[in-house]
């Protein structure tokens, strides 16, 4: 099965930095197969027997504990669910000099659509939807400051996401594609 591991905090702001190569290095060592990364931001697709996603976490998580010394949250996401989250962003979405548009992928713990209660979100202002595995957002640059959901670091919700623009997730996307065939 084809799998995206995107990993949470890593290469920002000069802090838990992992070169990619040592990663898909680790990755291989875990028994992953056919490992690409995609930016330094750690976005690392790979394919491997049948496992479930939480057993794929956990096995991930350790292992880049043991190469790095590092505790990073790991989110996996299958193709399929990767599919259903990108097919579900509006085209019209874009992350430029105009627009503000990001995936925010859940912990398990939180994917559920009810989180969308728990957001602040400005009528008119934010754009949010929730698709299984992710929230989806929307604002145009000119109101960033007014938007209710960039309120969203520093709580219990922003320590179980981590998030990608539009663009970079599309770019996930296009790269399994390629990778499936």
């Given at each position: 099965?084809l ?11 000069g802090?838990?930095?992992?070169a ?21 931001t ?6 491997c027997?049948?496992q479930?996603?939480k057993?794929?976490?956990?096995q ?6 043991r190469d790095f ?11 399929e ?6 097919t579900a962003?509006?085209?019209s ?5 105009e627009?503000k548009?990001d ?10 659509a ?6 602040i979100?400005q ?20 109101q960033?400051?007014k ?7 520093g ?26 065939g």
């Amino acid at each position: 099965m084809l799998y995206v591991a995107l990993l949470r905090g890593i290469n920002v702001g000069g802090k838990n930095k992992i070169a990619m190569k040592s990663l898909i290095q680790t990755f291989e060592n875990a028994g992953m197969d056919d490992v690409v990364t995609y930016i330094n931001t750690g976005n690392i697709i790979f394919s491997c027997g049948e496992q479930s996603k939480k057993e794929l976490t956990q096995q991930l998580e350790a292992a880049i504990h043991r190469d790095f010394g590092l505790a990073i949250k790991v989110v996996v996401r299958s193709m399929e669910e990767i599919e259903h989250i990108i097919t579900a962003i509006p085209d019209s979405w874009k992350n430029d000099q105009e627009m503000k548009s990001d995936v925010m992928f859940l912990w398990d713990e939180i994917n559920d659509a009810t989180i969308l209660d728990e957001l602040i979100i400005q009528p008119g202002i934010d754009k949010v939807q929730y698709v299984p595995g992710a929230i989806l957002w929307s604002v145009s640059k000119k109101q960033v400051t007014k938007s209710g959901m960039s309120k969203i670091i520093g709580t219990k919700i922003y320590k179980q996401v981590t998030i990608r623009n539009v663009n970079t997730a599309r770019k996930i996307f296009d790269l399994m594609l390629a990778q499936r065939g």
